[in-house]
Nanobody, 114 residues
Framework: QVQLVESGGDLVQPGGSLRLSCVAS????????MRWYRQGPGKERELVAH????????NYADSVKGRFTISRDNAKNTVYLQMNSLNAEDTAVYYC???????WGQGIQVTVSS
């Protein structure tokens, strides 16, 4: 059974930081590129970050470049999203995705507000 379980979402003040985690099971994580998406209120789902299967290649949306970092630990079947300098525009439900496999996590809420 495939599972992607996100954690780490929270309410944070502008300028703050959070780290999201996504633990995968039920498929071969180590050969699967992974992505983080987000969907803000009244907005379409957008790609935030992508990481290659080995972790050596990453890509980011322009809106988060320089503030967010995607990483992975293949020994733990986990992908991370470190988010710094958060602002209100980052408020969204964040989703973990197994690229090319169509697997999605349930989503986790990140709210940036004072």
């Amino acid at each position: 059974q495939v599972q992607l379980v996100e954690s780490g979402g929270d309410l944070v003040q502008p300028g703050g930081s959070l780290r999201l985690s996504c633990v995968a099971s039920g498929f071969t994580f180590s050969i699967t590129p992974m992505r983080w998406y987000r969907q803000g209120p009244g907005k379409e789902r957008e790609l935030v970050a992508h990481i290659s299967s080995g972790g050596g290649g990453t890509n980011y949306a322009d809106s988060v470049k320089g503030r967010f970092t995607i990483s992975r630990d293949n020994a733990k079947n986990t992908v991370y999203l470190q988010m710094n300098s958060l602002n209100a525009e980052d408020t969204a439900v964040y989703y973990c995705n197994a690229y090319g496999r169509g697997y999605w996590g349930q989503g986790i809420q990140v709210t940036v507000s004072s």
